[in-house]
């Protein structure tokens, strides 16, 4: 069993910067992939950033390209999300989740964390 747990959220100016952490552990995390989800109040969970095993491999989705940055740890069994020039749009509850593969569909990945908010003022 891999358990996840998020921290960094909290409440930022629009134009300022968060990092997330996701700390993984009761599994070693270096042969999974990672990724990073959110899910506004009345909207459907959607795709932010994914990252192979090794960390050669990113993905974002087309909202937070060149503002956030995906990377990991592996010897820390930490994932990070490092979110600039955040927007109000940006607020939701972000969650990490670990899968065999990073990809961008929530249905492959088989651990999630509880999350973290993320408040983004105007």
């Known amino acids: 069993q891999v358990q996840l747990v998020e921290s960094g959220g909290g409440l930022v100016q629009a134009g300022g910067s968060l990092r997330l952490s996701c700390a993984v552990s009761?599994?070693?995390?270096?042969?999974?992939?990672a990724g990073w989800f959110r899910q506004a109040p009345g909207k459907e969970r959607e795709f932010v950033a994914a990252?192979?095993?090794?960390?050669?491999?990113?993905y974002y989705a087309d909202s937070v390209k060149g503002r956030f940055t995906i990377s990991r740890d592996n010897a820390k069994n930490t994932v990070y999300l490092q979110m600039n020039r955040l927007k109000p749009d940006d607020t939701a509850v972000y969650y990490c989740?670990?899968?065999?593969?990073?990809?961008?569909?929530?249905?492959?990945?088989?651990?999630w964390g509880q999350g973290t908010q993320v408040t983004v003022s105007s």
């Open positions: 009761g599994r070693s995390f270096v042969n999974y992939g």
């Open positions: 990252i192979s095993w090794g960390g050669y491999t990113t």
């Open positions: 989740a670990a899968g065999r593969v990073a990809n961008r569909a929530s249905r492959e990945y088989d651990y």
